[in-house]
């Protein structure tokens, strides 16, 4: 029935004639009107006036191209803007990442200046005072002195021993007299600066609990659930793990609408997928860059691809 094949043709002229998607709906097309043909023909009627009567019913061949290019254009809109909410959503939860690290970096700040002193707040004092010195004078003896006198008396002779040597010359020693039962783990310890000097301590239990308290807290801040920065690290993760889900959405629609959705597609996007969702049940922080990463190979990748292709035809 060349009358059909030719208004087949014309829907479909402006349409990739080698697309897979396109020959299916041609040949379904096809298939209907010959169908109707063949009904026309067994109610009396010739092959010729079936065949327009067919065609007559379905449509003229230039509106219903356009109508069909017109769903075309629409899923391709659609496409778009699916794209764009995809990247204002994953450009709002980038923001409020960054957000969340400056609201906690402001917040450790403060939290460093309003917390009690410890005894490596005063090795670090020390170890500044030692600083590209060769030896130790009277007033550097003194400052450290003043330093530990003014620790111990306010918590109760929690840094109570140090020792300074340098090539295992001694050049200052401290020690407070304190009760055995205030040191029954012998706590204390050893360090050493750039220069050479070693500084031996030793501390209370109770210094070394109050230490490890003050520091467990510290560590802790990240996972203030009222805190600003832990709202605003969450809401940026939920934030990016929906933009990648939008974009799944958007490949997914734009490799079908240009017929190229393949098992090594769908398989990539799978792995993809797969790594983004094993960060969240790893290491939650670290979803921004892993999503900024596959975005980033997403749009290399077909080009690269395209580009060793050519290279390919040029040298065939």
């Known amino acids: 029935m060349k009358g059909i094949d030719n208004y087949v043709e014309k829907v479909y002229k402006n349409f990739d004639s080698n697309s897979e998607e396109v020959q299916i709906l041609k040949e379904e097309m096809k298939t209907h009107l010959q169908d109707k043909v063949r009904d026309m023909i067994s109610q009396g009627y010739s092959e010729e006036q079936s065949i327009n009567m067919a065609i007559s019913n379905f449509g003229d061949e230039t509106d219903f191209s356009e109508e069909m290019e017109s769903i075309i254009t629409k899923q391709k809109k659609y496409t778009n803007i699916l794209l764009k909410i995809a990247l204002i959503v994953m450009i709002l939860g980038f923001l409020s990442k960054v957000g969340a690290w400056y609201a906690e970096d402001m917040y450790i700040k403060q939290w460093d200046k309003d917390r009690a002193t410890t005894s490596s707040d005063v090795m670090d004092q020390i170890k500044d005072i030692l600083n590209q010195k060769v030896q130790l004078s009277y007033e550097d003896k003194m400052k450290i002195e003043t330093i530990l006198n003014k620790y111990n008396d306010e918590y109760n002779n929690g840094l109570y021993y140090i020792n300074i040597s340098k090539d295992g010359n001694d050049y200052y020693e401290y ?16 360090s050493s600066t750039r220069d050479g000097w070693t500084i031996k301590n030793k501390h209370t239990d109770s210094d070394s609990f109050r230490e490890g308290v003050i520091w467990h807290t510290r560590f802790e801040i990240p996972y203030i659930s009222n805190s600003v920065h832990f709202r605003l690290n969450n809401l940026g993760f939920w934030l990016i793990t929906l933009s990648w889900i939008l974009m799944v959405i958007y490949y997914t629609q734009k490799v079908i609408l240009n017929d190229k959705l393949s098992k090594s597609l769908i398989i990539l996007l799978s792995i993809e997928t ?28 077909p080009k690269l691809k395209e580009k060793l292709a050519n290279n390919k035809m040029v040298l065939n």
Do not use: C
């Open 175 to 190: 020690q407070r007299d304190v009760a055995s039962e205030l040191i029954k783990n012998a706590g204390g310890g050893m």
């Open 274 to 301: 797969i790594i983004i969702f094993a960060t969240v049940t790893s290491d939650k922080d670290i979803i921004a860059p892993t999503v900024a990463v596959i975005m980033l190979f997403n749009y290399l990748y």
